[in-house]
């Protein structure tokens, strides 16, 4: 596996990895992570994979931690 790029980016963690013939986009925040695969051949330039950290697909990843938060925090409320 090569790490492509990792920075961090309104305190999510992005972390772009290539392996097995795909692109491995990982978001962490916390405890929490979101994982998508996106085939190479599917890519031009590394640089077209920047649409994912930024614009309407970032802002659903932030609205999905925000909500993948709110679960967590419940269940553990309940331990």
Same mark, same amino acid.
């Given at each position: 596996m090569r790490v492509v790029?990792?920075?961090i980016q309104e305190d999510i963690r992005i972390s772009m990895f290539s392996w097995n013939n795909k692109y491995i986009l990982k978001f962490e925040l916390g405890p929490m992570e979101? #994982?998508?695969k996106i085939p190479e051949?599917?890519?031009l330039a590394e640089e077209d994979l920047e649409i994912f950290? #930024?614009?309407d697909f970032f802002e659903k990843v932030k +609205?999905?931690?925000k909500e993948m938060g709110q679960s967590?925090? +419940?269940e553990v409320e309940n331990l």
């Open positions: 790029k990792e920075f979101q #994982t998508f051949t599917d890519v950290w #930024t614009g +609205a999905r931690f967590f925090r +419940a």
